[in-house]
């Protein structure tokens, strides 16, 4: 099978190490396209939990194997850590198996537009929450993966495709919703400032790609339940894809010099 070809990859919100990581679907997807430039954009290993529980599967090492394949065969490579695999920060600056780390970048599309490239826990708000609050927020988000994954494998039984349940849970819940437009407001404001013509991010499990106050707002999502990733075409056209059991089109934004407009969501 001929691989898809993009210019760059941006996945993030991985979680090796977790129960609930969907590393074959990700492996799948590694697997089926090629690109010159792939970003890692955080909470790719979940080294919090694995302290906390160790937890490891075959799939997980595929997943590492297929990234090192990547580099090796000449895909530059960038590893931008998180909060929870926040000890890779020390490594900013090195280079290890062909794979750059950093605290943060700034991808130059193919049409000459300027994102800057962050995890985004720094624009998360929940660290002036108190303790008990995240640790409810943990359980309840624990709770939602564990009956996704029971959910799923019945679907699967069934012959059914992979459907993550927190799409409908998280966007009918206001209070989410209300999060999930706070962050992407301080994200897009800060692009702004800076003179960026947007912010590749991930850290809210949310994919998304709009323009906001005249910035792309751009979230990769998660591979732990909705599987997505941003990719950028040749011509510096962007796209939030979705990737199980079918590649499906989120979103996307045409390249600068074609049409700057971002067209509304492929259904
Ligand atoms: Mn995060």
């Not at 700034?106 to 985004?120: C, K």
Request: aromatic residues 8%; hydrophobic residues 45%; contains cysteine.
């Amino acid at each position: 099978m001929r691989r898809l070809s993009f210019r760059s990859v941006f996945v993030s919100d991985v979680h090796l190490g977790l129960a609930d990581c969907q590393a074959d679907y990700l492996l799948d997807f590694l697997r089926s396209m090629q690109c010159e430039r792939l970003y890692l954009v955080g909470d790719i290993v979940d080294l919090e939990n694995m302290a906390r529980r160790p937890y490891w599967h075959a799939s997980h090492g595929a997943v590492v194997a297929e990234v090192l394949a990547l580099a090796a065969r000449g895909t530059r490579v960038t590893y931008i850590p998180g909060n929870h695999d926040a000890a890779l920060r020390q490594l900013a600056g090195q280079r290890i198996a062909g794979i750059e780390f950093a605290l943060d970048a700034v991808h130059v599309g193919a049409d000459g537009r300027r994102y800057r490239v962050s995890h985004g826990d720094e624009y998360d708000s929940a660290t002036a929450v108190p303790a008990w609050l995240l640790r409810l927020g943990d359980a309840l988000q624990a709770f939602v993966c564990a009956m996704n994954r029971r959910c799923n494998r019945l679907l699967r039984l069934c012959g059914l495709h992979y459907r993550p349940l927190s799409v409908g849970l998280k966007s009918r819940l206001r209070a989410a919703v209300r999060y999930i437009d706070a962050f992407a407001a301080r994200v897009a404001a800060r692009a702004r400032a800076d003179g960026y013509d947007g912010h590749i991010c991930g850290h809210i499990h949310y994919a998304q790609l709009y323009e906001r106050d005249g910035v792309l707002y751009l979230n990769d999502g998660d591979w732990v339940e909705h599987c997505t990733a941003l990719v950028e075409h040749h011509d510096g056209a962007l796209e939030l894809l979705h990737w199980s059991e079918r590649r499906h089109t989120l979103a996307r934004c045409a390249a600068e010099a074609a049409a700057p407009a971002v067209l509304p969501a492929a259904a």
